[in-house]
C-alpha cells in the first residue's frame, strides 16, 4: 500500500505564502493522479487541487484558482502544493491525498491514500 505524509505546514499572516510537500513511501503508486485537499474545524473535507501524475494537466478548486499551484516530481515520488497570497478562509488542515481510483478528481471518496494532514493557520 502507498503511504503519504504531508509537511511544510505552519502559521502565517494573511497574504503570506507557504509551500507543503507530500512524500510517497513504500510501492510506487500505479494510480494517474494526486490530490490535496483540507478540512477545516467543523467542516467536510474539501477538494484543493490535483494533477495527473503523466501529464502534470491540473484541476483546482474555485476558491484556491490563481493563488494555489499543485506540482509533481515523480522521480522523487513528491507532491507539492505552493500556496500564495494566503486568507484567514485557508486555515485549515491539508491532506495530500495518492491512490486515486478514477472518476472525478474532487471527490475524497476517490482516493484510497491519505497522509495525517498538516495543520495550516493564515491569521488576519
Known amino acids: 500500500q502507498v503511504h503519504v505524509a504531508e509537511s511544510g505546514g505552519g502559521v502565517v499572516q494573511a497574504g503570506g505564502s507557504l509551500r507543503l510537500v507530500c512524500v510517497a513511501s513504500?510501492?510506487?503508486?500505479?494510480?494517474?493522479?494526486m490530490g490535496w485537499f483540507r478540512q477545516a474545524p467543523g467542516k467536510e473535507r474539501d477538494f484543493v487541487a490535483a494533477?495527473?501524475?503523466?501529464?502534470?494537466?491540473?484541476i483546482y478548486a474555485d476558491s484556491v484558482k490563481g493563488r494555489f499551484t499543485i506540482s509533481r516530481d515523480n522521480a522523487k515520488k513528491t507532491l507539492y502544493l505552493q500556496m500564495n497570497n494566503l486568507e484567514p478562509a485557508d486555515t485549515a488542515v491539508y491532506y495530500c491525498?495518492?491512490?486515486?481510483?478514477?472518476?472525478?478528481?474532487?471527490?475524497?471518496?476517490?482516493?484510497?491514500?491519505w497522509g495525517q494532514g498538516t495543520q495550516v493557520t493564515v491569521s488576519s
Open positions: 513504500g510501492p510506487t503508486s500505479t494510480s494517474s493522479a
Open positions: 491525498a495518492d491512490s486515486w481510483r478514477g472518476g472525478t478528481y474532487d471527490s475524497a471518496q476517490q482516493y484510497a491514500s
Open positions: 494533477i495527473r501524475r503523466v501529464s502534470g494537466v491540473t
